[in-house]
């Protein structure tokens, strides 16, 4: 092993906090360059001196390039994800990952299906259709500028010396990888600044870098539970406290948590499933045709991934510019009294705990309004996201046996007709 | 012809072996493309002559890394590398085997234990071609194209490879029953491989091939999309290796052979004479592992060749090669309800607890010196360490820079804080035979649901044995899934005699297995008592029925079993209170206990024995 190994000082700069670097999505290639030895890129940590407030220096500026860039360019580390519009059917996934892209507010996603019905795929494709944030230029938790009494404790204490410029980043989606340990995940000590040099700095984790965008989990059930404790403890406060190493740091890290799994895996804790606002189930297509589809299209993109994406690329193109318009429209859309009447007897009648449920409800039907262009919200909007969005809130009952999906669509055609 | 397939025929060797060897072949040329072989095999002369035939056609520069089973995170997916770390004196990052295997393949041991854990690390770098590590500090991602070859040393038909990693591996190789001296080294030659290797991007896949192995999969029944996927990369593998950029007929009639007939769950409804068959009654051990996702025994090689040059539609011939292969035992398992089930067995285990000094979850570190069972935490210990390292230099050599050993203290010491959590488990052991529990079969059913909802919240292990006719039966392994102890107890027979011996005997041997995987098993019976089938299954009220099943019952007071009785006949009965106390079980008649007092009764049992075992 110590043969193979890298230090940090000679590793090639990992542009891990860019969120550009988590979007995207591989399918093996056949090994056309067996052997080839890929040296282990090191994270080497963009180091704002987090004692003296300075400016930000090279490497703070090279973490978070300020030309978004949807479609990642070709290289080497960059790899092209599967387009989220090339995906066949699935409409309900994309729907809420659509819902989840224009109003963050909505709460998490949680996606279960069976096996290789393209789960991550759906949710990897869909970090090349937000469109680009505004970022206060070299803070490492990306904070919004528009929001001054929401920022960092480093944004602050620079505010005092300079005016804080904003620059254009893209909405980070980040990727937890199974087996990654506490210390990654909330950040912590710079080993390397301490070994080193024997200063104490801090060592932002992944719950900074989505701050103001999408944690993913991919197979959440297999998780452990002391993370998942801590994930979702952030999750509801906005917040990461990390009191570790005589470090005493507190950060913004407010994130739309997308998950997956497989059910036959294991359930979920409720607790866990609550804190999801949308739950979608996705199936094997049983349609021949469809099924034909999806192989074809995964196939011609494993052949050729970037003559893939630019064949869908203007899909892509239609889609951003949808969830853009949407987002702007969002808070110009009118949820009327009767549809809010509508959504808390729908509530009643299937008897789904707590307000929470309501409050999705009418969020994710005003988000599908914008993304179809209307200004108010109907009871067809409430219909349609219906479903996702009731569906891990009822009360679970072991002896029926009909499915909350089927219990929901009962109410509803009880409620609006057939 | 395949070099392998061609050897075959001209010699008379096992045909089995010959299509083992052109699954080498065909892994070698794409070991990233195809994912992996699942071996199912011994470990004995067969396997490693496999094994050495891989090894000569994989590529020279190729890495084959063994992973043993239950391989750390650190040198699974790469973290800090301590010893260079200190030698350093700052932090390094070390390589895991994935990233080390990168565009060869790894060899899993006992791939059948394999943890769920371990088996989505190696999904997840399957599927994006990468490792990723979010570990100890460092965040890298290295390229890992790779295939894994399983190592399957399964006897019994549930102990397979986690499903997850199954349903990623192009192969299901069973060389189980293949006999030494047919496995003959196949003159199979390496610079072949290689040709077919440079060949292999160019190749060309009709849609017309698409459009059939789709077909095929979708008449077999394999659900997954993976398998069609991985089906074509095989039928490209093997246009390779025959030297074509154009995959045919026969490639695509080979893939579906390999790759979808041994996942299939139904067989095409077409085939009637298959129908007629009676089922195969597995006689032989070999035959009894080759369940039915394992390749089948004896693959008619000819099969494509009769079908190649008639006009048939693509998709007709295809299917034919794929059905010739579908296992002989399918069908039969397929007719009794089984298939699904045993498909089933093998999940449901993630998060399966680890064994070992480590039991339990780390809840965080303390600090602490590494003594009495604590486990010390390098890292930790070194982070702690790590601030005072300028100081204490400083204060040892009075400002020497030269020397950049790391200086440990006792203070910086850190041990593992592990949260132990009793695991339990609870085994439904249910009469279900015609006595007096045909009546109030449903209310124990009810009981048995009210029940699990409880296991579930929590996050128990549930197992469901029932017994009816001559024996028991375990419908039911451990699971956490609700779901499919929902589904498997509503597919409960009932009628039948009552073999209560054959019923705490199986209790009592699922008890022992999960005691020694150190959970904590509670039994609970619902029985009238009345047994009428002894333990060599002769029938008859009393007598040895009842001596039986006392006896059984002892055994599971003897093992120490937490158990519980429930009394399911209309009234309270001398025979099933007497088996309570045999067993040393808590009774509880039905009549007086509806389906909530009998979960709350549960409920306080295992909560007591929970915080016993703390």
Redesign the interface.
């Known amino acids: 092993m110590p043969d193979t190994n890298l230090d940090a000082g000679a590793g090639l700069p990992l542009d891990a906090t860019s969120p550009g670097t988590s979007m995207e999505l591989a399918p093996a290639f056949p090994s056309s360059a067996p052997g080839t030895v890929v040296p282990l890129p090191v994270r080497h940590a963009a180091k704002p001196d987090g004692g003296k407030k300075r400016k930000p220096d090279k490497a703070a500026k090279a973490a978070s390039p300020p030309v978004p860039s949807p479609a990642p360019a070709s290289g080497a580390a960059k790899r092209i994800p599967f387009p989220f519009t090339a995906i066949v059917g699935q409409e309900e996934m994309k729907l809420a990952l659509l819902i989840a892209a224009v109003d963050q507010s909505v709460g998490g996603v949680m996606v279960f299906g069976d096996r290789g019905t393209g789960k991550s795929t759906a949710v990897r494709a869909l970090a090349a259709l937000l469109p680009p944030m505004k970022a206060v230029e070299g803070c490492r938790y990306g904070c919004d500028p528009a929001q001054a009494d929401r920022l960092c404790a480093e944004c602050r204490a620079r505010q005092g010396h300079e005016a804080l410029r904003a620059v254009k980043v893209p909405v980070p989606v980040v990727d937890l990888p199974l087996g990654a340990t506490e210390d990654r995940v909330v950040g912590a000590l710079d080993l390397e600044r301490a070994l080193t040099k024997g200063e104490k700095g801090f060592e932002p984790g992944l719950l900074a870098r989505a701050h103001r965008g999408f944690l993913y989990i991919d197979e959440v059930n297999l998780l452990e539970d002391h993370l998942v404790d801590l994930l979702l403890d952030v999750a509801a406060s906005g917040e990461n406290v990390v009191e570790r190493e005589g470090l005493s740091i507190r950060h913004p890290a407010k994130f739309v948590l997308i998950g997956s799994g497989n059910p036959e895996e294991g359930e979920l804790r409720p607790q866990l499933l609550d804190r999801f606002g949308l739950s979608v189930e996705v199936k094997t297509p049983t349609v021949l045709h469809d099924r034909i589809e999806v192989i074809r299209r995964r196939d011609s993109f494993e052949r050729d991934p970037a003559a893939f994406a630019a064949h869908w690329e203007k899909e892509e193109a239609k889609i951003r510019r949808k969830i853009e318009k949407a987002k702007a429209r969002l808070p110009d859309i009118v949820v009327p009294d009767t549809v809010l009447e509508s959504a808390a007897r729908l509530c009643m009648t299937l008897g789904a705990d707590g307000l929470r449920g309501e409050l999705t409800l009418m969020r994710a039907a005003r988000a599908l309004a914008g993304l179809e262009g209307d200004k108010v919200v109907t009871d067809a909007h409430l219909r349609a996201v219906a479903p996702p969005s009731l569906r891990h809130r009822l009360r679970r009952n072991v002896l029926d046996e009909a499915g909350s999906t089927v219990r929901i669509e009962r109410a509803l055609a009880e409620q609006f007709g057939p | 012809m395949k070099p392998a397939a061609a050897s075959s025929s001209q010699r008379g060797h096992d045909p089995r072996w010959a299509e083992a060897a052109t699954v080498a072949a065909l892994f070698a040329i ?4 195809t ?1 992996g072989v699942s071996l199912r095999a011994l470990a004995g002369p067969v396997r490693d002559r496999w094994l050495e035939l891989l090894r000569r056609l994989m ?1 020279a ?3 084959l890394r063994r992973v043993p089973l239950h391989i750390t ?1 650190g040198n ?6 301590l ?3 200190l030698q ?8 895991g085997v994935l ?2 295997a ?3 393949a790894v060899l899993l041991a006992m791939a059948e234990r394999l943890p ?2 371990t088996a ?2 190696l999904a ?1 770098v ?5 490792v ?12 890992a ?2 295939g894994v070859v399983a190592l399957d040393e399964g006897i019994e038909e549930d102990e397979r490879p986690p ?2 990693l199954l ?1 990623r591996l192009s192969f299901l190789l069973d060389l189980t029953g293949i006999a030494a001296r047919d496995a003959e080294d196949l003159p199979i030659d390496a610079r072949e491989i290689a040709a077919a ?1 440079a060949l ?2 160019t190749v060309d ?1 009709p ?1 017309e091939v ?2 059939a ?3 095929t ?2 008449a077999l029944g394999v ?7 991985l089906a ?2 095989v039928a ?1 593998a093997s246009a390779a290796l025959d030297g074509r950029t154009t995959v045919s007929e026969e490639d695509a009639s080979l893939a579906a052979r390999l790759v979808l007939a041994p996942r299939a769950t139904q067989v095409p409804a077409s085939e009637d004479e298959t129908e007629d068959a009676p089922p195969e009654e597995p006689d032989q051990p070999d035959q009894q592992a080759s369940e039915e996702d394992q390749p089948q025994p004896e693959p008619p090689p000819e099969q494509p060749d009769e079908d190649t040059g008639s006009d048939r539609p693509l998709d007709d011939v295809v299917l034919e090669a794929a059905k010739a292969a579908i296992p002989e035992g399918l069908l039969a398992k397929l007719m009794e309800g089984l298939g699904n089930r045993s498909r ?1 067995a093998a ?2 285990r ?2 399966a607890m680890q064994t070992g000094g480590t039991r339990g ?4 570190v303390r600090r602490g010196e590494p003594k009495a069972g604590a486990r010390l935490n390098v ?1 930790e210990t ?3 360490a ?6 204490r230099r400083q204060a040892r050599l009075g400002g020497a820079a030269s020397d950049t050993r ?1 200086e440990v203290r006792k203070d910086d010491m850190r041990v593992n804080r592990i949260k132990r959590r009793s695991q339990t488990a609870t085994i439904f052991v249910v009469d279900a035979s015609g006595s007096a529990a045909f009546q109030r079969l449903a209310e124990a059913k ?1 009981a048995v ?2 029940l ?2 409880d296991c ?2 929590r ?1 128990d292990q549930v197992a469901l044995i029932a017994f009816r006719r001559q024996e028991a039966e375990l419908l039911l392994p451990p699971t ?5 102890a ?1 589904r498997s107890l ?1 597919e409960l027979p009932g009628g039948g005699g009552t073999p209560l011996a054959a019923g705490l005997d199986a209790a009592a041997a699922l008890a022992d297995s999960l005691s020694r995987k150190g959970v904590t098993p509670t039994v609970v019976l619902l029985t009238d008592g009345r047994a009428n089938v002894s333990r060599d299954g002769t029938k008859g009220r009393g007598g040895k029925a009842d001596d039986d099943a006392a006896d059984a019952a002892k055994t599971l007071r003897a093992q120490g079993t937490r158990a519980l009785l429930v009394d399911t006949s209309a009234q309270p009965t001398d025979s099933a209170r007497r088996i309570a106390g045999d067993m040393g079980a808590l009774y509880i008649p039905l009549p007086y206990a509806d389906a909530n007092r009998l979960s709350n009764v549960v409920r306080a049992a295992t909560a007591k024995g929970e915080s016993a075992t703390r």
């Not at chain 2, 794409?30 to 493309?33: A, E, I, K, S």
């Open positions: 794409d070991p990233g493309g994912q590529p520069e190729a890495p995170d699974l997916l790469g973290g800090l590398d010893a260079a770390t350093a004196g700052r932090p390094v990052a070390g390589r990233a080390e990168h565009g060869g769920g854990g989505a690390r997840a399957l599927d994006h071609g990468e990723r590590v979010e570990r100890d500090g460092f965040a890298s991602r290295s390229e194209s790779l499903e997850a349903d290797r292999l991007p896949l849609d698409l459009t192995i789709c077909t999969a979708m659900h997954s999309a993976r398998a069609p996927l074509l990369r490209r089933a999940q449901g993630a998060g979850r780390p809840a965080g890292i070194l982070r702690a790590a601030p005072w390292q300028p100081l790391v009810g649901e009210l699990l909802a579930y919240v996050r956490r899934s609700l779901v499919r929902k509503s």
